[in-house]
């Protein structure tokens, strides 16, 4: 069954979704360009699990009178399977990215979270004895001299369970009207909070199903929508008028917050010229437990 949004076909289906643990680390910085540089390189080769060494972006910046110490500030998140996996990423990460930029200083963004990972703890020992142990608007964070000044890092980061891989598939008819729509849904979703968008420019050309037809691969091409490839793949899923796919793919701190930004991804494509259909990827429960339908989205 298909329904309909603006003339755009849309699909009585739904994304497949999977369970990760996330931490959300807020970094502050002299100004928000700084903040941005500490970010980007921070969340760098993120994009997925199946080959990153974690999954983690930019959720927003944060105005000063928000921040713990009255800067300008900006929220990264970090997925990671396992508990212990998250830590040495935040670990690596925070000391190689944030610790090395300029003005910067990181803290927690999930206050409330139960669980918690010792980061800034570990951090500190590059003061080489020199470090100290302070409070911060109720926060217990290390100051760790550098060439510099100081660096400020909080002692622990919360963790929690999450959700990762919801996504939208938008076909269109050609390349430049397709790309034109993935960046309309990813404006649409830099607006929603709580969310991040791992890809490059939150957008995935290179859309992957589970397991691999001929190689002894965890992932591969999505060749169901290869539009190059529709006359050779075993089962195609595009129309005959569609040229070209791009993938938009949503981790978000509860299920919630991801349904949420799918729905405003999903309005904005279906409002761009040149969009034929949009659907999402699921592989029938190999991926995860959780679903998000396109039908409820248009509710």
Same mark, same amino acid.
Not at 46 to 62: K, N, R
Not at 227 to 250: C, F, G, H, M, N
């Given at each position: 069954?298909?329904?309909?949004?603006?003339?755009?076909?849309?699909?009585?289906?739904?994304?497949?979704?999977?369970?990760?643990?996330?931490?959300?680390?807020?970094?502050?910085?002299?100004?928000?360009?700084?903040?941005?540089?500490?970010?980007?390189?921070?969340?760098?080769?993120?994009?997925?699990?199946?080959?990153?060494?974690?999954?983690?972006?930019?959720?927003?910046?944060?105005?000063?009178?928000?921040?713990?110490?009255?800067?300008?500030?900006?929220?990264?998140?970090?997925?990671?399977?396992?508990?212990?996996?998250?830590?040495?990423?935040?670990?690596?990460?925070?000391?190689?990215?944030?610790?090395?930029?300029?003005?910067?200083?990181?803290?927690?963004?999930?206050?409330?979270?139960?669980?918690? +990972?010792?980061?800034?703890?570990?951090?500190?020992?590059?003061?080489?004895?020199?470090?100290?142990?302070?409070? +911060?608007?109720?926060?217990?964070?290390?100051?760790?001299?550098?060439?510099?000044?100081?660096?400020?890092?909080?002692?622990?980061?919360?963790?929690?369970?999450?959700?990762?891989?919801?996504?939208?598939?938008?076909?269109?008819?050609?390349?430049?009207?397709?790309?034109?729509?993935?960046?309309?849904?990813?404006?649409?979703?830099?607006?929603?909070?709580?969310?991040? +968008?791992?890809?490059?420019?939150?957008?995935?050309?290179?859309?992957?199903?589970?397991?691999?037809?001929?190689?002894?691969?965890?992932?591969?091409?999505?060749?169901?929508?290869?539009?190059?490839?529709?006359?050779?793949?075993?089962?195609?899923?595009?129309?005959?008028?569609?040229?070209?796919?791009?993938?938009?793919?949503?981790?978000?701190?509860?299920?919630?917050?991801?349904?949420?930004?799918?729905?405003?991804?999903?309005?904005?494509?279906?409002?761009?010229?040149?969009?034929?259909?949009?659907?999402?990827?699921?592989?029938?429960?190999?991926?995860?437990?959780?679903?998000?339908?396109?039908?409820?989205?248009?509710?």
């Amino acid at each position: 069954m298909s329904l309909e949004l603006n003339g755009v076909k849309i699909d009585d289906t739904f994304a497949e979704l999977f369970p990760m643990w996330v931490s959300r680390v807020l970094v502050t910085a002299q100004d928000e360009r700084w903040c941005l540089i500490s970010g980007r390189a921070a969340t760098g080769f993120g994009v997925s699990i199946i080959a990153s060494p974690a999954e983690a972006g930019i959720e927003q910046t944060v105005p000063p009178d928000m921040t713990p110490d009255g800067r300008p500030g900006i929220l990264l998140h970090f997925y990671h399977r396992d508990r212990r996996s998250l830590k040495a990423q935040l670990i690596a990460r925070i000391g190689q990215c944030v610790l090395t930029c300029p003005t910067t200083a990181a803290y927690d963004g999930l206050e409330n979270a139960k669980r918690r +990972l010792k980061v800034g703890s570990s951090l500190r020992y590059f003061g080489d004895g020199y470090q100290k142990k302070d409070e +911060l608007q109720g926060r217990k964070v290390w100051i760790i001299p550098v060439m510099e000044g100081e660096f400020v890092v909080q002692s622990t980061f919360g963790t929690m369970e999450s959700v990762a891989g919801g996504n939208l598939l938008i076909l269109s008819r050609d390349q430049n009207s397709g790309l034109k729509a993935a960046e309309n849904a990813v404006e649409a979703i830099s607006k929603v909070r709580d969310v991040v +968008l791992t890809f490059p420019g939150g957008i995935c050309r290179s859309g992957s199903k589970v397991g691999s037809r001929k190689y002894k691969l965890g992932a591969s091409t999505n060749d169901a929508f290869c539009p190059t490839i529709r006359d050779k793949a075993e089962k195609t899923l595009l129309p005959p008028e569609a040229w070209s796919v791009y993938e938009i793919v949503i981790n978000g701190l509860t299920l919630q917050a991801v349904g949420g930004a799918m729905k405003a991804g999903l309005k904005a494509a279906a409002s761009s010229p040149g969009v034929i259909k949009i659907t999402a990827a699921n592989y029938g429960g190999k991926l995860g437990p959780y679903k998000i339908t396109l039908k409820e989205l248009l509710e």
